[in-house]
């Protein structure tokens, strides 16, 4: 390919940093690659206030409108933040390889969940972490949490929060310190289906840019957050729903596991299987929750 190729990616330093990393897999196979780097504001970007639960896009949809207009030829996203469904004639044509999955604890000395003092307000804006949070720690007070991931830090060095909940991906891509960190184990705070997980997506008839993208896939990452993603879509939640799913391949199975929480963190559904199929599995343990009255939970929030 002699064209040089144009990548969409989010104004944040974060954002930036995760198109260096797509970019940096690809320059190993193709180093004569020339890649253009659009910087594009989304609508998630643009809001100052809490963000609507009713629009899963946010974070993503501007990036799928330049690659329709042909304004850019790839975009760079966090997977977790793809609705399932996608414009048709779009794809995801790699998933990298992803390092971890976990939330972490944000405190000026690395405190743990049973360490907080009680009533220790925690900042975060996830239905998700909070209901969590409040399973084990009813006594929390939860604040919301918006802007970059150094803005939020801050808050907490600065003292206007006691605590934060962020992703252990993020932080560690942005080199933030792990004496901050405590790494919330997964029976505690199952995390948000493919977080951790970066998504390269481009149009689908532009079958060489495909081809070009698929060479820096992760196929075992690919599995997982296939298994992860279609417990969502079957369970019926979306990214800003109290749906939480983590899988692993392990040799030729795939373990998932999947819940669904209330927003008090008062009910829970937990279901987990083993399969050799990811939507497969997916569905049958989405659907497992339904029987055990997942379907209410979601409804009654």
């Known amino acids: ?25 690809l320059k190993v196979i193709r180093p004569q690659l020339g890649i253009q780097i659009q910087t594009i504001s989304t609508i998630g970007d643009q809001t100052t206030g809490p963000l609507p639960t009713s629009n899963p896009g946010l974070f993503t949809s501007t990036l799928e409108t330049a690659l329709l207009n042909h304004e850019i030829d790839f975009a760079v996203h966090s997977l977790k933040d793809l609705p399932i469904e996608q414009p048709e004639e779009l794809v995801i044509a790699a998933i990298c390889e992803r390092h971890t999955a976990f939330d972490v604890l944000v405190t000026t000395s690395g405190l743990s969940l049973d360490d907080l003092p009680p009533d220790t307000t925690v ?3 996830s239905l998700r972490r909070t209901a969590q949070l409040l399973a084990v720690r009813p006594d929390l007070s939860i604040a919301p949490l918006r802007g970059n991931i150094d803005t939020r830090v801050e808050k907490v060095l600065s003292g206007q929060l006691q605590a934060i909940v962020l992703a ?67 369970a019926g939640g979306g990214c800003s729903i109290p749906v939480a799913a983590y899988a692993e391949q392990i040799n030729d199975e795939i373990h ?25 599995l997916g569905k ?6 339904h029987q055990m009255g997942a379907r209410e939970v979601l409804q009654r929030e």
């Open 1 to 25: 390919m002699t064209r040089q190729l144009r990548v969409g990616t989010r104004r944040s330093v974060l954002a930036r940093t995760q198109t260096d990393h797509v970019l940096q897999l």
């Open 256 to 280: 998932l596991s999947g819940e669904v929480r209330s927003l008090d963190g008062r009910r829970k559904i937990a279901v987990s299987g083993i399969g050799t199929n990811a939507m497969t």
């Open 284 to 289: 049958q343990l989405a659907q497992k929750a």
């Open 123 to 125: 900042g975060t804006s």
């Open 168 to 234: 252990e991906a993020g932080l560690l891509r942005l080199g933030v310190s792990d004496r901050y960190m405590w790494r919330i184990p997964m029976d505690l705070m199952l995390p948000a289906p493919a977080q951790g997980a970066l998504a390269v997506e481009c149009r689908k008839n532009d079958l060489e840019i495909v081809r070009i993208l698929e060479s820096i896939n992760c196929s075992v990452t690919w599995t997982a957050t296939a298994a992860e993603r279609t417990f969502l879509e079957v």
